[in-house]
Each structure stands twice: as C-alpha cells, then as structure tokens.
C-alpha cells in the first residue's frame, strides 16, 4: 500500500498534451487524457479490447511488444475481465504507455495507425462479464424524493444515513449502450380497490446513475478496508437502471425491487479508470452538523477529503417525432452521499466476497433542484406535473420509441475535460397479450 | 412439447429395481430410482461429474460409450451447467441409460465398478455455476410467522397472494454444504434509541429452502409462459439461505435483505432431477374460497394439478457439546404457495432473461405447527421461547460451532424413497474487531 490519496495526478492528465490522433485534440469526452477501455467488434466479428481515442477506437488486442506479456495477454480476451484482474500497478502502467504512444512526439504513429477504427464503424459490445451486480441508493436527494412519493410520512428511512443502501440487481439482464429496451409487462395494480392486473408497464423509467466496477477481489469470509478500498476498484461507467415504477410499487415489500428493474438495465460502452479520474476527485458529501458521523468502518480521513467524484451527467430524451433529443435534467455525482470507497467498504464488512467484474451501481443520481432530478418519478414528481416536449407533447413517464441518452463528463480548471460517452436505450412497444398469446406453445 | 403432466413415470422408478452397487438397495437417499448429479474430486484433483448411488458415487465423467457423445462431453466438464443446457430429452435418455447400466441384472457391472468411490472418500463441490440466483418467499407460514414479528399489524403483505414475491440474492457466496459459516460482522440497532454499532451478529439463524435450477433459456425480452416452465427446470437441491436477523432488520427497509444474507447461502451436494421426482409431485398448494386465483400467467390446470412438490425436510443442531444432532423442526415443501413452475414463469414475465444454472430459492418452508418453523426466527418467536438442546443449552440464535444439518426426502406408497443427502455447515466465530484491525494495511 502507497500513502497518497488520491490515486497521483502526473504527466498523462497534462492539459497540454496533444495527440497524433487528431480528433482526440479537442475532443469532449476522449483526449489523450482520457483512455477508457471498451470491448467492441467489426462486421459481426470477434469481440476485442479497444481504447477511445478521439472520434477512434484503437484495437490494443492487436498491439505487440507494447505493453506487459500479461496485460497483452489480458487484451486479447474479450472481455476485459482478465485485465481488471491485473491490479493498479499494471493499470498505471499500461496507462503511460498508451498515453506514450499516442502523443503527438511519438516518432512512429504509422505502427499503430492501421489499428485506428472510427467509432462510428464498430459495434460496441458490455465491456465487462459481470459476475454479481449490485445496486446502491447513495443519491440522498433521490432518496429523499422518491420516498416522499412512496411514504409521505417517512421519506428518507432512519437507517439512510449509516447503512449505504444497496440490493441485489439481477446481472444477466445488463446490456451495452444502444440496445432496445422492451417495455416489461408485469403485475401493476391501477385501482387499489379493486385486484391487480397483467398489463404493460405504464409508469416506464430510467434512473441515472453511474457503474463502479470492482477489480475484486476478497475471500469469502474476509473483508475490504475502507483503507483498501480503492485497490479494488478499476472504473466507472454510465448505468441506467431502468425501472418499472407501477410494477415497483406493487412488488416491492417487503424484499425489495425485482421485476421492475430485471427487465433490463444499460451500461455505458466505455469504462473510465480511476486512474484517468484522478483529478476530479472532490471531497465526500458534506455532512450537516446533526448529521451522524460514520461507523468507523466507514471512515477514512483520506476518503473524507477526497473520495468524492466531480462528475457531471445530463438526461437527453428523443420522442420519434422529435429530430433532435432535448435535455430534461442533469445531476452531479457529488449529490452521492457514500464515496465508492464507502460502498465497497459496506459491501464487503460482513464477508461477502467481491470479483473481477462485479459491478455496483451509485443509485439514481439526482440534485436539490428539481431541474436535477435523475428519473421522470422525481422530475413529474410520480406523473403530477408532466413535462413539456419541444414537440409540444408531455411525458409523465417513457412511452414508446422515446430514447433516453445519457452523458457525463469532467471538467476541472488546468485539466482537460474528459467524458463517458453516451448511454442510449430506445423504449420498445411491450409484447401485447396477443403476441404472448402465440408464443404459447 | 408434449402433452402429459407431470413427467412420465417409467421403469426408471420402479420400486422392484434392485442395483449391483449393493449399498444403493434400501439406501435411505441414493437407491437406483434417484440418480442424483453432483460434482466431486478426489486427492485435491480436478472436479468431475458424479452420480450418487448408495453409498458410493459413479464417476461418470470416466464413462465412454455409454452416453450420447454431446452427453459424454458435458459429463467432462468441471461443472454441471453443459449438461444442464442439453435439454430434457437428453437427461431423460441419460437417466434410462444410468439406471440400466446400475441394475442388477446388468450382464458387465465389472466396467464400470471401477469408477465408483465412496462418498466418504470424494471431496464434493458446487454441483453448477450459478450465474444468478433469486430468492423466493412462497412458504406463506413462513410470510405469516415471520411477518407477525417484524410488522405485527401488518403480517402478510396485501400483495402476497398475487405476486410470487422474490429478490435478487449475491451469487459469488453460494457454497456446497460442508463450508463453514463465518459470523458477519454488521451494522446493528441493539437500542432504538442509540445510534447503530457494528458488531458480530447476534441474531444469526438458517433459512430451510430449496433451491430449484434453472436449465434457461429464454432470451432478454422473451418470456417463458407456465406451460413451457418445466422445460425449463432441471432440478431440486437443499438450500440454506443463512441470514443474520439483526443486519436484517436495520438494514431491510425500503430495498430488501442485502448483507443480511449475502454472506453466505449452502447449497446440498446432490441435484435430484425432476425426473426423478416425477413420481412425488402434489396438487400446488390449495387457495381457500376468500384467496385470489391466480392471474393468468401463473395459471395452468396441469401444474395447479400436480405442479407441486411432495418433500419432507428436516433441520437438526448439534452444538459443540453434544455428540449428535437433534432434529429441531421438520418441513414439507407442500406448504409453498407457489409451484416451482409459478415461480419460473413470474420471473420472465417482463422479460427477464434466464440462463442455465440460475438458481430459483424456495423461501424458508414452514408449516402451520410451532414444530414446522423452517428458521429460528420462527422456532423461537424471535428469541422470545428458547429451544430446548438436550445438552442443557438453549438457543435463541446460533451460537458459534454450532453445526446446522438439513435433510430431505420424498416417500409414497408403491415407489422408493429418494432423498436429497444434507447440507449442512458449521459456524465459525466472527473476525473481532482486534482481527479486523490485523488485517489492515
């Protein structure tokens, strides 16, 4: 273990390093400063490794006598799996070479250039195989909010603030960026007089949030200091947990959210490592005086100053009648009120044991201001007051067709600004009873 | 798909058959009219495939020529999930050829002698690869009892006769029987009016479940309607869903059961096929006049016919004091008020995509009777009644070295008795917080 927190800020996050990829130059979400990890393929063929570079993807399963024999060993899988695995010196490592080789000085671009791809060419694919996915609830206005929809009486539990609030998500049901989602057909319970019904989803959501992903790795039994906890963590990525909110209310007591939220959830393509983070680090979420301190499990000065994470987002939303998607609400990931750090320290304290590719969502995402609010049940406050479209239409929650994009970025004086990417879904009609009907056998 | 329900009787169950494995004739669990799969090693060698059969197991994985060769193939994997995904006319055909190659009146039995072991010399392992596992709740004794204690106005939820109510649980801490059990160490509220401390669970008890394995497959978007379900089940084994009652109850509201239980789940070694249940399925479990059909989805004549289960369980203790276990309650998997069918097809129905080796909990299986409580939670009215150990001990919870053994088998009139062997484990003592501080950096 090293000393300094947060992890070093050095000569890859230079403001004024420049690339021979010339679209990085400049480029919102992928400079040289950047270097996210994503899995992508061209024309149906093999899944591989790749890093975003500008408007580029570089094919690294390609690259020989770059990197370490295990790193290349580790992107010619594909998933990145195998590389998270690795653990941080290799990660830093591996990041000063690509940042190396993709400088402007660098005196034979033409030996990597054949493996550019445009972006816009390839296929992206989940960038990692998760193993257990694990959602949280640290949005503290999000909770706030939703809970005084659902409980007007109690909106934010006694246990919120000491016990980070997490469940089980269900893993087999993430998919990457870009693929449809079909509006889930469910129990709901229109009128509470009379019995439930089984009827498509009519209270559709997303909820905006962002993916940490766990490099692992603890035995069963054992645990992960707080201390520890950022050598178990290799990035983070866009997530949308999308959400079933008529089905939610139905099904979820006493054990939680199930069907409303297994029916898909999308992860941005690209990861964004720690590493590239490091500037952006801020201090964890304030705590007001009649706050509880932490658990001592929970607490590390080093964490306190800056475990946070200075990540904007925004919610861009595409009717089909619209040409353009409009932005309805933005967050910031500094309304998180447990540090990632936190999260997996809490994860892990009762010996639950962590793996490569685990994958723990920050839960929703929202602000004090009702322009911040990281799902339509806050931004409608649950349907009451609709939004308005430039369309001129209204949305209380997602109809069909509607797309839903999500974007996050850094931006910090003296540094590059560096991004995610997009997260995108488009909402899919439900199977009507009809077409159930014919699938019967 | 083929119209008779459940699935067929044949000679396979034939309460005559008698097996050359001398030990299989009248064994209490494995006689020849069972055939359970397993995984298993010898020496710290690599996993294999194995068969129970009296007190031995046929390692089949060693077979050539006997099986199908896509059969042969998956029996040489490490684990059962190939096998799994070849589908129930594959494992009926299978199941027919193991049954004749163990009788008695098989003309070579010297071929194959040579690959049984003793169960007391094999090592056993987690018999699949479990991808995701859910939780059900579909023991309603257990909903009431246990719902009673913690909302005593409010015992069973208005949705629980509607929804198979369930929750994703943490795959990465499932176990096979024998693994010892760690104390979890949690967030805990002693005193409602103090702050919570972390501490050593005081309140740890076991969940008496099944655990039904799922062969998939159905792709995201898609369902799987009741009537196809048991195409997609493969089979039955003990499970012991492990929770820690006091995490549990501070940390349970608004999104379910988190550390509290994914510290560890057992798993039993053997899992008895579906068709080796056959003979023991029951009507699902009956709704009285006032209760609600079923929605449409989780109706089909057949399976409320004999969609159910007819499995008797029991849970015994022995503490570090005593010599033997004593029996401490008794289940039956007929007071599930959801089939394992029901369950199945109320997970995909909004699309939820399932995968060979998903497994599906039961939820803890209590009958009506004090006697009949699957956990101590319900045995003990929440530590109110201690039970009684004829060491002279009482037990609210579990104390550590206290070894938990759960058992299970079917009985009829006119068939074998086929049993599930146990599953079992051991309590080992929490990490103190001296041990914690030991183990960081």
Redesign the interface.
């Known amino acids: 273990?090293t000393n300094f927190y947060p992890l070093p800020i050095n000569e890859t996050h230079d403001v004024t390093l420049q690339s021979w990829v010339e679209t990085a130059n400049g480029h919102p979400d992928f400079p040289i400063q950047n270097l996210p990890y994503g899995v992508f393929s061209l024309d149906g063929g093999a899944r591989r490794i790749g890093v975003a570079i500008g408007d580029h993807v570089l094919d690294v399963s390609a690259l020989e006598g770059v990197f370490a024999r295990e790193v290349e060993e580790a992107f010619r899988q594909p998933t990145l799996n195998a590389f998270i695995r690795l653990g941080r010196a290799c990660w830093q490592d591996t990041r000063m070479k690509l940042s190396e080789m993709l400088r402007d000085d660098f005196d034979s671009p033409f030996e990597y250039s054949p493996h550019l791809y445009p972006q816009s060419e390839v296929q992206m694919h989940l960038p990692f195989r998760i193993?257990?996915y694990?959602d949280f609830?640290a949005g503290i206005h999000h909770a706030t909010r939703v809970?005084s929809l659902?409980?007007p009486d109690n909106p934010l539990?006694p246990?919120y603030k000491?016990?980070p609030?997490?469940?089980?998500?269900?893993?087999?049901?993430i998919?990457v960026s870009g693929t449809s989602i079909?509006r889930?057909?469910?129990?709901i319970l229109p009128d509470p007089q009379q019995?439930?019904?089984?009827a498509p989803s009519r209270r559709l959501d997303y909820e905006l949030e962002l993916g940490f992903v766990v490099s692992g790795g603890n035995a069963?039994?054992?645990?992960i200091?707080i201390?520890?906890a950022r050598e178990h963590l290799f990035g983070v990525v866009l997530l949308n947990d999308w959400s079933?909110r008529d089905?939610q209310a139905?099904?979820?007591?006493?054990?939680?959210?199930?069907?409303?939220k297994?029916?898909?959830t999308s992860l941005g393509p690209w990861v964004v490592t720690f590493e590239a983070l490091a500037p952006y680090r801020t201090p964890a979420y304030p705590r007001a005086a009649a706050d509880?301190a932490p658990?001592?499990?929970l607490q590390d000065e080093r964490d306190r100053m800056l475990g946070g994470l200075d990540i904007h987002l925004t919610v861009s939303l595409q009717a089909q009648s619209m040409t353009d998607p409009v932005q309805i609400s933005e967050g910031q990931a500094t309304d998180l009120y447990w540090t990632p750090a936190q999260l997996l320290a809490?994860?892990s304290?009762?010996?639950?044991?962590?793996?490569a590719g685990?994958l723990l969502g920050s839960g929703t995402i929202s602000g004090p201001e009702q322009t911040q609010a990281g799902c339509l049940l806050e931004l409608t406050m649950g349907g009451r007051d609709p939004l308005q479209l430039p369309s001129g239409e209204t949305r209380r929650f997602l109809e069909d067709q509607d797309e839903v994009v999500f974007s996050g970025w850094c931006e910090k004086e003296g540094f590059a600004r560096i991004g995610f990417g997009s997260c995108s879904g488009v909402i899919?009609p439900a199977?009507t009873s009809e077409t159930?009907a014919t699938?019967?056998?």
């Open positions: 273990m193993g257990d694990t609830y809970g659902f409980r539990m246990n000491h016990v609030i997490g469940y089980h998500g269900r893993s087999s049901s998919v079909r889930p057909v469910g129990q019995p439930p019904i089984f069963l039994g054992d645990t200091s201390e520890e079933a089905i139905w099904e979820y007591q006493p054990l939680g959210p199930f069907l409303s297994n029916f898909a509880p658990l001592e499990y809490h994860h304290c009762g010996g639950c044991n962590l793996n685990d899919l199977k159930l699938l019967k056998p």
